[in-house]
């Protein structure tokens, strides 16, 4: 694996959606892998990504935990 892409995420579903199109679309000549962090945003994020982008890592913490702690 050459490169760990992590997004955090809260209440920013249309935002991480654009996100992890425009990377897919740039990044294709590396082993990469993307993981979105969701902080309890509560905004569909998770149904989304299922939906759209099936086996991408998705971890929910259950509640706003702040930037340095969803990192």
């Known amino acids: ?13 249309g935002l991480v959606k654009q996100c992890l199109k425009n990377v897919m679309a740039t990044v294709k000549n590396l082993d990469y892998e993307l993981i979105v962090i969701d902080n309890g945003s509560n905004d569909g994020c998770e149904k989304m990504i299922k939906e759209n982008f099936p086996g991408l890592k998705f971890i929910q913490t259950g509640k706003n935990l702040g930037f340095a702690a969803g990192k």
């Open 1 to 13: 694996m050459n490169l760990s892409i992590i997004i955090l995420n809260y209440k920013t579903k």
